[in-house]
């Protein structure tokens, strides 16, 4: 099939194609399909697209993927997305994205992330960062999450926190942590929270220790 024949298909016969059919297509074909066919795309389709094939899609294609078809990309998929096209994803494709899916980010992904893109994640979907993302998040980023966000933070998430990252949250933030949370902290982290941090600790947190 030509990119010719292929651009001139309705949304009905996209969606109509079968997986293998898909498969067949030069990956440089991916850069010139109409929104409207990417929309019409299903989510097994989504799924069967070869890394090249996503890779291929452009800047100004990203925000016609629903955020169903965001969350049917497996981790290799959405590891060849560009740090640009990460970044500008809207806040309705990211509430798509379920926790497993936000952990499949990688790290440089993660970092690219938008204030406005942070503080739409909710605490179930934060509940999905693995230290080694928490830990690439700059202090702007992390200012970004909301105590009820940072509730959502695993002890195995927390851990990846570096000093200056510890210090740079707010008592309200502080709060925020789990009593887990704060109990997994270590030594040479829970040495770094600030006398103001100390202070705004809840009597369960406290328990926790």
Excluded: C, W, Y
Aim: cysteine-free; charged content about 10%; proline content about 1%.
């Amino acid at each position: 099939m030509s990119i010719t024949s292929l651009t001139s298909l309705t949304a009905k016969e996209i969606s109509a194609l079968s997986t293998t059919e898909l498969q067949g297509l030069a990956a440089t074909d991916f850069s010139q399909i109409l929104a409207t066919q990417i929309a019409a795309l299903t989510t097994t389709q989504v799924k069967s697209l070869e890394t090249e094939q996503v890779e291929a899609f452009t800047l100004d294609q990203v925000p016609s993927f629903s955020a169903a078809q965001l969350s049917a990309f497996s981790a290799n998929q959405i590891a060849v997305f560009s740090t640009e096209e990460v970044e500008a994803l809207s806040v309705k494709q990211l509430h798509g994205l379920s926790a497993s899916d936000l952990a499949e980010l990688t790290t440089e992904q993660v970092a690219a992330l938008t204030n406005t893109e942070l503080a739409s994640l909710t605490s179930t979907q934060l509940a999905g960062l693995t230290s080694d993302q928490l830990a690439v998040l700059s202090e702007t980023q992390l200012a970004a999450l909301s105590r009820t966000q940072l509730a959502g933070l695993s002890t195995t998430a927390v851990a990846g926190l570096a000093v200056s990252q510890i210090q740079s949250l707010t008592t309200a933030q502080i709060k925020g942590l789990s009593a887990a949370a704060v109990s997994a902290l270590d030594a040479s982290q829970f040495a770094a929270i600030l006398p103001t941090q100390v202070e705004a600790l809840t009597t369960t947190q406290i328990a926790g220790l």
